[in-house]
C-alpha cells in the first residue's frame, strides 16, 4: 500500500534534499534555502512517500486554481523497476485529480525517452512540445521541457502562465 506524508517541518524536508540535488541537474532544482522555503507556501506540498514500512520517494505538490503541478517526484534509486511510480501517480490522480507536470524530451536521450513513456502509459498527455521551464535562479538556466496533464486541456497559455507566476515567480 502506497501512502502519502507531509512534511510540515526544515528538518523533515532537510532529509529528502540530499536525494533531490543528487538527482535533479542544477539547472532542474531549487537551492537548499528555496526548497525548505516551500514549506511555507500555503499552496505547495511536499509529501515523502511511503509503502508498508519504506520511505520509497517523495514529490511535490502545489495546488492552483483548476489543477494540482507536479513540480518534483522521485522513487528512490533502490525502489525503481518495482511498478511503484505508477501506484503513486494513480493514487496521486485518485487523491488530486487534475495533474499537469513538466518532463525533459524525449529525443534527449535513452533516460529522457523513458520517462517520457512511463507518464504516457500512466495516462498523461503532452499538451505542450514548446514549454519553457523557468530559471530557478541566478546562475541557472530556463529549461526548453515538455509540459504533460492527465485531463483535457482546451488552453494552455493560461496554465502557463500560471505556473511561471505561482510555482516559479517568475
Known amino acids: ?14 532529509r529528502i534534499y540530499s536525494a533531490y540535488e543528487k538527482t535533479f541537474p542544477v539547472d532542474e532544482r531549487r537551492d537548499k534555502e528555496q526548497f525548505l522555503g516551500l514549506i511555507e507556501n500555503p499552496d505547495c506540498f511536499i509529501f515523502a512517500v511511503k509503502n508498508d514500512i519504506d520511505f520509497v520517494g517523495y514529490l511535490i505538490l502545489w495546488k492552483l486554481e483548476e489543477f494540482h503541478f507536479l513540480e518534483h517526484f522521485e522513487v528512490l534509486e533502490e525502489f525503481r523497476n518495482l511498478k511503484l511510480g505508477s501506484q503513486i501517480l494513480g493514487e496521486l490522480k485518485e487523491k488530486f485529480g487534475d495533474i499537469i507536470l513538466e518532463c525533459e524530451p524525449n529525443h534527449l536521450g535513452e533516460m529522457a525517452e523513458r520517462r517520457i513513456n512511463f507518464y ?51
Open 1 to 14: 500500500m502506497i501512502w502519502f506524508e507531509e512534511l510540515q517541518t526544515r528538518k523533515k524536508l532537510s
Open 120 to 170: 504516457l502509459r500512466n495516462g498523461f498527455s503532452v499538451i505542450s512540445e514548446n514549454y519553457v521551464q523557468p530559471s530557478y535562479g541566478a546562475g541557472k538556466d530556463p529549461i526548453k521541457l515538455y509540459l504533460l496533464s492527465n485531463f483535457l486541456v482546451k488552453e494552455v497559455k493560461g496554465i502557463v502562465e500560471e505556473l511561471h507566476s505561482k510555482v516559479y515567480g517568475a
